[in-house]
């Protein structure tokens, strides 16, 4: 029961960050980038937080690189 429970208050958790994100526009703005995702997932996570003043947002994110190694060739037998 207390799983169910967790689970339950998570969600809610979560809900209320998306509400929020939407009140703040997000969802509308035409760029598509890392640091919109960032903003738009961070204030889903923060979820009621947003509504104690926290304001989360990403001005720059840099994404990792593939890596610049030679081909590697996996063989199976």
Do not use: H
């Not at 969600?11 to 035409?30: E, K, M, N």
């Not at 640091?35 to 738009?40: C, E, F, H, L, P």
């Not at 104690?52 to 593939?66: F, M, Q």
């Amino acid at each position: 029961m207390g799983r169910g429970l967790i689970g339950t208050l998570v969600l809610i958790w979560l809900l209320i960050g998306v509400f929020a994100a939407w009140q703040r526009d997000y969802f509308d703005s035409g760029s598509a980038n890392c640091a919109t995702a960032g903003t738009i997932a961070l204030t889903v996570v923060a979820g009621p937080l947003n509504y104690g003043g926290v304001n989360p947002k990403v001005t720059d994110c840099k994404l990792p690189e593939p890596s610049s190694m030679g081909s590697m060739e996996m063989r199976v037998s």
